[in-house]
């Protein structure tokens, strides 16, 4: 079977899980690793057991996230990588920059989302973090990676526009045919920078990609729809970094 090359059209990190995305030029990544800085910071809701000396995954929920509190996505949020600071906005109201390496950044953060949030989350609120460890969605170290031609053949199955961002991948790409991605499975697949990856698996989606990143409003059912007309659950796919290197837009992902 011969595959699509897939160009890589926009990288993106997520430094706190749940918050908006950091859209990257360049992304340089490690084996067995994932994007840089990608979730490494969370927003503890209610205590979970989370222990920085030896950090474990830990599941979504019982973290600040899009699953449960679409209200997350009203503040939209930019970051400076290199100061490893955020800053936070919402209509009507100051920005504001915290530091989230600093004990007091991370105190006015969480400060700041629960007076966002009210009586909708479970709190206390706490940011957490760990050196080398990321909250992402599985117990493994994967980058995603989404199909831009997936998400466009979702949008006219629902007739309405989907925001790839939704899907918050690491990885954009375009050049190959709708769900050509899942016949990835058991390969390896390279970069033209010579970044090596193995496919690990699909990604099933959750109720957080029914939230609209602009509207923060849950104005869909896309997984009824994936499951009705696909018979699965499934946008997007992870894949395991083999070795270090760096990725750019306008790279090349090609299946080997």
């Not at 309405?160 to 918050?168: A, L, T």
Request: glycine letters at 6%; proline letters at 5%; a negative charge.
């Amino acid at each position: 079977m011969t595959f699509s090359p897939a160009h890589i059209t926009a990288l993106a990190t997520h430094p706190v899980k749940g918050l908006t995305a950091h859209p990257l030029q360049t992304a340089t990544v490690e084996a067995g690793a994932v994007f840089p800085l990608d979730r490494a910071y969370a927003i503890e809701n209610g205590p979970c057991g989370f222990d920085p000396a030896a950090p474990k995954h830990i599941s979504k929920s019982k973290f600040l996230v899009l699953v449960r509190y679409e209200d997350v996505a009203q503040v939209k949020c930019t970051y400076d990588l290199e100061n490893k600071s955020i800053t936070l906005s919402k209509p009507g109201e100051d920005d504001v920059t915290l530091s989230l390496e600093s004990a007091e950044g991370q105190e006015a953060l969480a400060a700041y989302f629960t007076a966002h949030m009210g009586d909708k989350a479970v709190g206390p609120l706490k940011v957490r973090h760990a050196d080398d460890h990321a909250f992402t969605d599985t117990a493994e170290n994967f980058v995603h990676v989404v199909n831009l031609a997936s998400v466009k053949a979702l949008s006219e199955t629902m007739g309405v526009e989907i925001d790839p961002k939704r899907f918050r991948a690491n990885i954009y790409v375009e050049g190959l045919p709708a769900y050509e991605e899942f016949n990835w499975a058991d390969k390896k697949i390279r970069s033209s920078s010579g970044v090596e990856f193995k496919f690990a698996k699909r990604t099933r989606r959750c109720a957080a990609v029914d939230v609209n990143p602009t509207t923060a409003e849950r104005d869909t059912n896309i997984n009824k729809t994936l499951y009705d007309t696909l018979g699965h659950m499934d946008v997007g796919i992870y894949l395991e970094v083999l070795n270090n290197g760096s990725l750019s837009v306008g790279d090349t992902l090609i299946v080997e």
